[in-house]
């Protein structure tokens, strides 16, 4: 895991890499654990679907995080996350004061240890991660976003066990 965490760093802070977008910050829970991440944006050069006055666009999100087990099961862990996600969104043209979206994605985490607590265990480091949310953008620029994400993390059954997990969170960005 160290080693990964590494090599993220130094993918972070090469080249166009250090050229983000913004920031992303995420509290939530779920199956009886805590999470919090913190992460930076990189938006798409692309937008799809765009002749009516919606279209999408999307962001590439890398995040690291930690989960914190509270369950009575007992052996409550705090794991660590590394995450990379392709967010595709849903959104207005042409923004307004307070512009409404709607977003789906899937990538990939890596996590240690595999295990949050006594009877809750994913069988590898390697998760998906996939989210559908919806949420507010907003202030003078657009720079603002607040929302919410139901998210799934498992191994799709590479490994056993793979119990995986759902979280509830509420998601901030600051566009730069």
Avoid at 65 to 94: C, E, Y
Avoid at 128 to 148: A, K
Wanted: a positive charge; hydrophobic letters at 40%; proline letters at 3%.
């Amino acid at each position: 895991m160290r080693k990964v965490g590494w090599f993220l760093c130094a993918l972070l802070f090469s080249g166009n890499v250090l050229a983000v977008d913004g920031v992303s910050f995420e509290l939530g829970n779920g199956d009886q654990t805590d999470v919090v991440r913190a992460g930076v944006i990189w938006n798409f050069d692309r937008q799809w679907f765009t002749g009516g006055d919606w279209m999408v666009s999307g962001f590439w999100e890398a995040t690291a995080g930690t989960w914190k087990g509270r369950s009575s099961a007992g052996n409550n862990q705090t794991i660590t996350d590394f995450g990379i996600t392709p967010v595709f969104r849903l959104q207005q043209k042409t923004p307004a004061a307070i512009s409404p979206y709607l977003e789906a994605a899937i990538g990939f985490h890596l996590i240690s240890p595999t295990s949050v607590y006594a009877n809750r265990r994913f069988g590898s480091a390697f998760q998906f991660g996939d989210h559908i949310g919806l949420g507010v953008r907003f202030g003078e620029q657009q720079q603002f976003d607040l929302g919410y994400r139901y998210q799934h993390l498992s191994n799709g059954g590479i490994k056993k066990p793979n119990q995986g997990i759902n979280l509830n969170q509420v998601h901030f960005v600051y566009h730069f």
